[in-house]
């Protein structure tokens, strides 16, 4: 790739003064990238300091970055070590490579100037792929490594040597068009449990938000070879929710099981709500946590399995829910998301976008152990019949640490035709992604419906690659982080002009 020196750069942008403001006391990064429509993209990145007027500076030549857009965002949150700054850049054309750089990164000559492309206009037909994970926590020393905490069992650990699949997505990258990862999203909230299991040194109560806040910053900072280049679309997952996850169980302290130890800023989705920028506003949604895109052939939905379920129910991560975490509602709109949701899937243009993928965090359908704390029936009752009156085609999910393709399927029952133009949704649930305790157990004999499943006695992380051939065929393929391999491939066809 072409390098540029910061003077180059800095001539290029006009803007020589700048290197005065790029001290590295400002510099955090964490870059990332979210589609705003197929003319728009949101730029975010994080400093250590609040900044006045985040600006990127952009272009369609990299040594002439000649146009710049700007906002007032700079956000942060109690107990949160660095602000993030978005800037959504519009008037752009769609499926175009620009370069850009956020104004406070100019020192980082390396990378300089990043690059992104637009969303492929909606009709367009050529063929494009998409890679997903679910349940991808930070890697290295405060997360997924080659040792774990006491009562990990060795399985759900990496060999020395292997490739995680942050590095495998990083590897792979030139082959999709953006990232899609509905919710867990770093593991930072396990920060008490790797203290309880003697991973991490431990740090008092009070300390406890330094550890979370870094493990998050860790995270995002592994993440940015990728999401600084391509579009990294999250949901909400329940890791997001609160910061104790895995820790209620710490009788020594005296903690007591339902009684949350997180400090302000540390509950209800905040660090997810400041860091990122996914288009509700584009699309009719809500905040981070319900929304809608088209790319090329396909309209993408992310859904909200956590909070505002509507129709009375009490979500997982809302007071009172299974998870205890203490979270949302987002919308006090009665039945909102479903509403939305609904309106959302009845306006899709089919001979534009003929495909419609669905991901939220929950599965329904799995041959899963703990279903009372895995499955979400109320997700189920609220989302599929949805997703069968519009005819969606696949629903992803993870939340399990396990991967399994289903059947086509409605309300549990086996569509007859399998992948051979069924009229059913298909399922794939793929948490296999990693974090500190890696995966977990499938249920052994699997569900009738399940056509393949890999677990912790396979000792394989890995992702999902989406590709969209044609209105008429689609590719899902488990691709193994440590060998890039493709473990389960299959094609869903749909009889369409
Ligand atoms: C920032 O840090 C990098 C690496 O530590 C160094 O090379 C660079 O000169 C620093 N830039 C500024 C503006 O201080
Ligand atoms: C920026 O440069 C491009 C060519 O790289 C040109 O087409 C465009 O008109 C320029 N825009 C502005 C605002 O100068
Ligand atoms: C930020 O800018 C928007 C419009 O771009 C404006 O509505 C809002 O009041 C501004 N907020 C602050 C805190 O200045
Ligand atoms: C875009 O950036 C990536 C990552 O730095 C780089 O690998 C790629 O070559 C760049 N693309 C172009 C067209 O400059
Ligand atoms: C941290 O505290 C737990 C008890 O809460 C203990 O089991 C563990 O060994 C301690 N870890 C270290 C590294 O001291
Ligand atoms: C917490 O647990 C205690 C003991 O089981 C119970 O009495 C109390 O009602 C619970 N509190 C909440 C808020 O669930
Ligand atoms: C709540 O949902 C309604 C209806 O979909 C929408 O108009 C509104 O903007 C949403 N509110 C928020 C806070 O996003
Ligand atoms: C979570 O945040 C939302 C938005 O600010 C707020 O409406 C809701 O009441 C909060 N939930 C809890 C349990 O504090
Ligand atoms: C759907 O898209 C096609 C192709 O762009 C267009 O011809 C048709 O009018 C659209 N249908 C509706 C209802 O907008
Ligand atoms: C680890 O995986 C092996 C098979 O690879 C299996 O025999 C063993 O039971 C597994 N251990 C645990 C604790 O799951
Ligand atoms: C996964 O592990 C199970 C149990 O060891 C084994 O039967 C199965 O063949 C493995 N699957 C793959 C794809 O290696
Ligand atoms: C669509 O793609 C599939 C898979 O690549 C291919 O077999 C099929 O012939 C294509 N259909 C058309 C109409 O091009």
Redesign the pocket.
């Known amino acids: ?2 390098r540029f020196t910061l003077a180059s750069l800095l001539a290029a942008v006009g803007l020589a003064q700048l290197s005065q403001a790029a001290t590295n006391n400002t510099i955090n990064s964490q870059l990332r990238l979210a589609y705003a429509g197929n003319t728009g993209m949101y730029v975010s990145w994080n400093t250590f300091e609040k900044l006045d007027k985040p600006t990127v500076h952009y272009g369609l030549v ?1 040594n002439d970055l000649n146009m710049t857009a700007s906002s007032n965002v700079s956000v942060t949150y109690p107990t949160s070590l660095t602000y993030n700054n978005h800037v959504k850049i519009t008037g752009l054309k769609p499926d175009t ?1 620009y ?1 850009y750089l956020p104004e406070h990164l100019l020192h980082m000559q390396s ?1 300089c100037p ?3 492309t637009t969303a492929r206009p909606a009709g367009q037909s050529k063929e494009f792929s998409v890679a997903v994970v679910v349940d991808l926590g930070t890697m290295g020393a405060q997360g997924l490594t080659t040792y774990t905490g006491t009562g990990v069992s060795v399985n759900n650990t990496l060999l020395p040597g292997e490739i995680n699949t942050i590095q495998s997505l990083e590897k792979f990258q ?1 082959g999709f068009d953006f990232l899609w990862h509905p919710g867990d999203i770093a593991y930072a909230d396990y920060w008490l449990k790797e203290e309880i299991q003697g991973f991490l040194p431990n740090t008092t109560i009070a300390e406890g938000y330094h550890v979370y806040e870094s493990i998050l910053n860790d995270f995002y900072d592994e993440m940015t ?1 990728i999401t ?2 391509k579009p990294y679309m999250v949901g909400p997952g329940n890791h997001e929710a609160n910061c104790d996850n895995g820790g209620y169980t710490d009788k020594t302290n005296n903690i007591p099981y339902n009684v949350s130890i997180c400090m302000p800023g540390q509950t209800n989705f905040t660090g997810y709500r400041n860091h990122f920028r996914m288009p509700s506003a584009e699309s009719g949604g809500t905040g981070n946590f319900w929304y809608s895109f088209n790319h090329g052939m396909t309209h993408f939905v992310q859904v909200d399995t956590e909070t505002d379920l509507g129709h009375g129910f009490i979500a997982p991560d809302e007071p009172g829910g299974v998870e205890a975490e203490n979270g949302g509602p987002f919308n006090t709109t009665l039945d909102a998301q479903t509403n939305w949701l609904e309106a959302d899937l009845a306006k899709v243009n089919r001979t534009e976008t003929p495909w419609v993928i669905v991901s939220g965090h929950r599965p329904w359908y799995l041959s899963h152990a703990n279903a009372s704390g895995t499955i979400c029936w109320t997700c189920k009752d609220v989302f599929e019949p949805l997703f069968i009156k519009y005819g969606v085609d696949l629903v992803l999910s993870g939340h399990a640490h396990v991967y399994e393709r289903q059947n086509p399927l409605a309300n549990g029952v086996i569509d007859p035709a399998g992948l051979n133009n069924p009229k059913a949704p298909w399922y794939i649930t793929n948490g296999a992604a990693g974090h500190y305790d890696g995966l977990d157990a499938l249920q052994y004999p699997l569900m009738d419906y399940s056509r393949f499943g890999l677990d912790t006695l396979n000792r394989t992380f890995g992702w999902s690659r989406l590709t969209f051939h044609n209105h008429t065929h689609m590719t899902h393929d488990f691709v193994a982080s440590k060998s890039g391999a493709v473990l389960d491939q299959a094609t869903l066809y749909k009889a369409r002009k």
């Open positions: 790739m072409v990299p490579l370069y990378h990043y690059n992104f030139s070879p600084a280049v």
